[in-house]
């Protein structure tokens, strides 16, 4: 490998029988991380990742090596209250990435220690359900053993996953200057991420139904958590401080009431079906047509609970999204997948603006605005009135 630190790029060749040359311009580059893993800090090495809106590259420099179009003061450093990380650590994990993570570990706990490992683990949670079932059961809650086996799986693979966010985000320091926001955390491996704020195209706050009951949620900067929770007057302070951007904005354009069912309608639909499906199992099982249908009722009622916490969550962010155009800066809060995200995005990074109405729309006079920001990040806000657009 051949490294090479131009004045205005990066030059990377590498390889042996076919060589591969990358070439970064500085003024291209949006994040840069800095990684130091338990082995690399018994070599006194460190991992670099460049990253650009095209791509990113990677390599490995000294421990004392310094990058030189990084500043060598990164500024004043805050450090968040051990509380707000917490809860930004169990606002981050997901679920199904908890079940992605654990089940990974088991199979390299398994391909190093051998399978009587895993089994012994995986008797552990069976265990936990039986005891889990039992004790429903002497509550006359009846519960079937493969929900509860299934329950005890997801919170095991939930916790294990919550317990490494919380030790990568321990010892939060977060700092700005000269252009550049510098994140540092982590317990175990250690993490340096420094964000470009001139190549920066909006700051998100991510929200889950868990962080609109207490109106926290915490802020990103190109996929880096730049500050854990807050609510919506100290978020201003910290882009204020960290950004140099004061958030001024006119009066807000919210989704009306009668734009309430669309928010919901897909996942209205989902909870209809499961619940459909229930009766008819439970008619089926009536009069004899199928002999048992334990797991079949499990998963159904696992759906229509899930499907009615869609319903709820969907309807939390319909009364919290809504858009507002200010003087150097565009605030957009609209429901990505099952999270609220507001985007507070300089207006020189909105490239394109679209309209859109569906059959339904437009006898309601409702339209959907879609936000495209540089790198083709989308943001799409659904119902709004299409008089104030």
Known sequence: MKLCFEPDRIVLEKGLVLRRRAVVPLKAITRTE????????????????VETLSGKISFYLKKDEDLPFLPKNRGHIVRPKRSLVFFGAFVDTRALSGVVLFSFTLYRI????????????????????????????????????????????????????????????????????????????GLIILYEQVVVLNNLDAVISCQTVSAI???KAPLYARGTMIFPPVGQDAARRVLRSLCGSDIKYSAETKPPLRALFGHCAVSLGWAGGFSAALVLTKLALYFGIIPSAELLKTVLWYGLAASLWAVLACGLYWRFSGVSDG??????????????????????MAVLKTLSQNPFQRRAGLCDLTITLYGKRRFRLRGIPRENR
């Open 34 to 49: 800095i990684r130091r893993g338990p082995l690399l800090r018994l070599l006194y090495a460190k991992k670099i990742t």
């Open 110 to 185: 398994g391909k190093i220690f051998g399978s009587g490992y895993i089994e012994r683990i995986i008797a552990a949670i069976s265990d936990t359900a039986a005891g889990l079932s039992n004790t429903m059961e002497q509550l006359h809650i009846a519960i079937p053993r493969a929900a509860a086996l299934a329950a005890v799986f997801l919170l095991t693979a939930w916790g294990f996953a919550f317990v490494t966010k919380l030790m990568s985000m321990a010892d939060f320091r977060v700092s700005s200057h000269e252009g550049f926001i510098t994140v540092r955390r």
């Open 213 to 215: 009951a207490v109106r």
């Open 327 to 348: 003087a150097s800066l565009l605030m957009i809060s609209a429901r990505k997948g099952y999270r609220l995200y507001g985007a507070y995005i300089p207006k020189r």
